[in-house]
């Protein structure tokens, strides 16, 4: 199937039917019944021990889609190793890697006429990637964060060498190549004084919807620092695509900022045309300063406007808390993960082992939390579009003692997990020998 959303996986079937194989955004796909000639691997982001030193993340091909149930997943001896920190995105049959600070280099990947993962090409990039999503099932959109970019008095407020505008780039998921360069402010600020300062918007998602770039973000200050501002509204723009010219700017004060820090599925959309965001809303998240709960905003299909009679207050509802990731899988359904101790210090919802995370089911639609039976309290920091197939999500979690965020123990364990997200349940499954899996794939020639 795929590595993406349910609402391409209807495209991807019906282009199968014309072509081969289609794929899309934030959670991928694969046509369930490839031609004969074709060839299907399951592919996964894995992440090594120890954390914070080159090389620790590998593109690791898999023997079977039984291989994420059973057993051990190693790059003992195997796998294509990357440079430094990464974060990974499919579109289509293409999956790409792209450097964080070490390297700003986006490869991509493909399988050979053998079905062996090979390297395609790749392009570099000028700041840093933050976020991503496929348009379609040969255009991958990736934007750049850019922050620290700009001359920032925190006295006057003022940015004074102004912000420069984000740069988008459009990319041929056929040919891994960049085929178009666009740049647009977005909603950026050069400041007034302190207590109305310059800020940068920092994008934590995107989606495609009627001709429409949907895109979420938070609002940074300029000069490097990772701290939000204004955090109590949620904050969308919609462009025109492919032209990526601003049509308007919405917020919405029910609940805070959207997404989290880094690339985060923070808006996505259902099967029906309908988006939904999610808002972090706690200081371990990276989220300080908020008053309003940690929630669910939906904009309705066919407009570009944040629904009035909408909202899930996830916080305050039985089974619920403070969200610190959400991951839409299909038929009203997503996967979250919860904190369990919002007071757990600064950012720490971000380390990648411990037992303050627990997942759950939200139903957007009659709003309520299911805990997921079967999965243990755990600690993740990143994962790309959650894979689906055969209607099961697959995800990985990090048990153990708490870390620093960056810092690397033996001492956790990781397995892969099965989630029935209709029945709230998941089945534990291989054990990963390193410190997650950033990803789960399904590449096809």
Not at 39 to 56: I, T
Not at 138 to 153: Q, Y
Not at 193 to 218: C, E, H
Not at 269 to 288: H, K, L, R
Request: include cysteine; hydrophobic fraction near 35%; proline fraction near 4%.
């Amino acid at each position: 199937m795929k590595t993406q959303k349910w609402k391409y996986y209807i495209m991807a079937v019906a282009l199968a039917v014309m072509t081969a194989y289609s794929c899309s955004d934030d959670d991928s796909e694969i046509s369930p019944n490839p031609d004969p000639a074709t060839s299907s691997k399951y592919v996964v982001a894995f992440q090594s021990l120890p954390v914070g030193q080159a090389s620790v993340d590998y593109v690791l091909e898999l023997p079977s889609k039984e291989a994420l149930m059973s057993g051990e997943i190693t790059v003992e001896g195997t796998g294509i190793p990357q440079t430094g920190w990464r974060f990974f995105h499919q579109t289509g049959n293409t999956l790409f890697t792209a450097g964080y600070i070490e390297d700003r280099r986006c490869i991509s990947y493909q399988l050979n006429e053998e079905a062996t993962v090979e390297k395609k090409t790749d392009f570099t990039y000028e700041s840093t990637l933050n976020n991503y999503t496929s348009i379609d099932a040969t255009t991958l959109l990736a934007v750049e964060g850019s922050i620290g970019v700009a001359s920032f008095d925190e006295n006057t407020g003022i940015a004074s060498d102004g912000i420069p505008d984000r740069t988008f780039y459009f990319v041929d998921a056929i040919t891994g190549a960049v085929t178009d360069k666009k740049t647009n402010p977005v909603d950026s600020f050069d400041g007034e004084s302190a207590t109305n300062p310059a800020y940068i918007p920092w994008v934590t998602g995107m989606v495609m919807r009627d001709g429409k770039l949907f895109l979420s973000y938070q609002k940074y200050y300029p000069n490097g620092s990772t701290l939000a501002i204004a955090v109590d509204k949620a904050y969308v723009a919609v462009l025109t695509y492919p032209e990526l010219e601003l049509e308007k700017l919405i917020e919405d004060d029910r609940t805070s900022s959207i997404g989290t820090f880094g690339p985060s599925t923070g808006i996505e959309q259902a099967e029906n045309g309908d988006i939904y965001s999610y808002s972090a809303a706690s200081e371990t998240s990276g989220i300080f300063g908020a008053t309003k709960p940690s929630g669910v905003l939906k904009i309705s299909n066919g407009s570009t406007d944040f629904d009035t009679e909408y909202f899930f207050d996830v916080e305050n509802t039985t089974n619920g808390g403070k969200i610190y990731w959400m991951d839409y899988i299909g038929n009203g359904k997503a996967l979250a993960r919860i904190v369990l101790d919002e007071n757990m210090g600064d950012w720490l919802a971000f380390t990648e082992q411990g037992e303050h995370l627990k997942l759950v089911v939200l139903d957007l639609i009659n709003k309520t939390v299911t805990n997921v039976e079967g999965m243990p309290n755990h600690g993740n920091r990143y994962t790309a579009p959650t894979f689906v197939e055969d209607g099961k999500a697959y995800v990985t979690g990090r048990t153990g003692e708490l870390l620093e965020i960056g810092s690397a123990s033996d001492t956790g364990e990781t397995y892969v997990y099965e989630v029935d997200v209709e029945n709230a349940t998941a089945v534990r499954g291989a054990k990963v020998n390193g410190f997650g899996l950033k990803g789960i794939f399904k590449l096809s020639n």
